[in-house]
């Protein structure tokens, strides 16, 4: 037997109240007159244990209604039936669907979401009037406000049949969690849980990791497996990661990335098509053989054709589960990049030549040049970079352009012995560069390089046949230069680095040991000058970070930097082309941009508001959905005993047809507070009958 409100038991203490007042009446001693002692005779003893029994049945009596009563406002039940009586207990059903996308696979049976969805209207269509019940999707992220019993049966029906499926996976945890809390609220006898998924092993993942235990009173567990009976080869391939191998982007460039294609069936591939698109527009293909079961790398490149955000993905061909097909990834190709030259004429000459290119058009850069002297006065949140060509410069300059760095914004020094050096060396320090010395060579055995390290970004693809990344390229000849110590050094030579970088804050910087004259070296005159700016200007104007991988469902928090987030108005286009706005927290670090939720699968692209691309969202769907493998059945029962315990009542059900069998199974049982009260009220007359008896005779 089981009480629904076990609680009104304690009002059982109550039942001791007509015993105690029963002894205390019994200690009260009576004065009786008599006129005559005659009457005394008359007294028979047959008629005093009479009224003793008389008395003791109305203790009994009064006991038992007390008992009956507490019993009746504690529901009592049991699992068997009773004729008259209610032939089945209330029920409070949480129903768990398994919405990812996982479940949007196909057998002999019919797609595997619509089995799940049908399963949930048959448990909804089996209840009767008082049942209540609720349904939670496991992907996303369930919130318990959002969460309540309805016994409106035609909503709940409306609910599950518009329910679709998700690009995340399921959170089999966040769901039981919200499940328990609903089932320890609930007044019913019964109350059943019923999992709908198709038991992949990734979602015990975090149920493993956390060591969940809940605790579910008289409940029970109702597993239901869409295609675990199915037989049907299921043939399914996904994109997994991608790598992109490129770190420069530029049109006519070749972007390159690798890409990881699994074969998640037990069939071997061949001449599996993987294509790559820029914009929709399919510009690659390659074709390889993967193993039943094992992955493949596969390197992909095309040259983008056009400036802006390039919405890139993988793709392969229709399978049964097409959602996986396409792995996304994106890049920034910058505008024509705007750089402020600071500098007299005499000392930018060679700077304008490597520039300026043969025509406007050819242009790959807008520059304009300025006076040193005019440095205080230019906007340089208008420029993407800036060029300190030569001085002489002042401490407020360089604390102006720290500033600049610092914020988000890059910058390309130049060594200059026109400023003092004690001040030049000072501003070097702080912006992470070194100590600065000075090197002087003869003529006849000028400087050179020592080391190029030609797998940093900058020179990525232009080095080819050398097997070493240090090896030392043509020099041009150093009679004098400003080698630092610190940073990360590009190009060294006798003394430290010639060619040095440092990332200050969220700007970055680049620092050549020599003036772009041709006073201090040959630098300036040599082919490798103008490649080495034009790629070291490239570098700078892509910006960090700005390709940004996120799972759909989940909460991203991403910072920009302060270069680009004045006012914290942010627009946000999303894979479908749609606009929303963002208004961001401004932080000391930078703009903090937080998202709930981004659940369209694609490329979202991040626009301050001045217009100005600052980053790209991939959001990719999880790649352990796409293991259509089942886990063992034993291992998922196990899990579940683990979860709830040992005790725990665990069922499961194959198919579709067998669920209204085991709904209705799970319903037998009678509530008792009827039988109860009905006794409660029969020991109440006969209290009246006895007491009216008792008083008439004590009368006597």
Known sequence: MTFLNPLILFGLAAASIPVLLHLLNL???KTVEFSTLRFIKELQKTKIRRL???QIILLILRTLLVIFAVLAFARPTIESSLPVFQAYSKTSAVILIDNSFSMDVSD???NRFNQAKNSALSIIESLEDGDEAVIIPMA??????QFSFSRNFSLLLEQAGRMQVSNSSANLESGLKLAASLLEESINLNRDLFIITDGQKNIFASIYEDSLRLSLDNTGIIVIQPGYESEAEIQNYSVDSLSIISSIFQIDKIVEAEARIRNNSNKDIKGLVASLLFNGERVSQRSLDIAAGKTSEVAIGAAPKEPGAIKAAVELENDALDIDNKRWFGFIIPDRPKVAIIGGNSHTAFLGIALKGNSNNDRFVDY?????????SVELDNYDIVFFASGPYGTSDFQRLETYVRAGGSAIVFADPLTNENIFSAALEKLGLGKITTATFLRNKPGEFTSVDKIHPIFDGVFTGTTNPRAIVESPKIYSAMPVSGGNRIIDMQGGGFMSENKPGDGRLIYFAVSPTNEMSTFPLTGLFPAVLYRSIIYLSEGD???IEAEPGKALTITLPKKFSAGG???ITDPLGNEFYKQAAILPGG????????DKIGIYVVSNSAGKLTSIISVNPPPSESDLTFAARDEFESSLMDIFGKQAGIEFVDHIGRVPENIIRAKAGTELWQLFLLAALLCALAEMLVERNTKADTEN
């Open 108 to 110: 002999e049976f019919g």
């Open 368 to 376: 304009k040049s300025f006076n040193t002297s005019d440095f205080p």
């Open 591 to 598: 703009a903090v941009l937080s998202f709930d939720e981004l």
């Open 569 to 571: 108005n942010f627009t």
């Open 27 to 29: 200690r009260k001693l």
């Open 52 to 54: 003793k029994l008389k």
């Open 545 to 547: 970070d700005l390709g």
């Open 140 to 145: 996303g992220s369930p919130n318990r406000q």
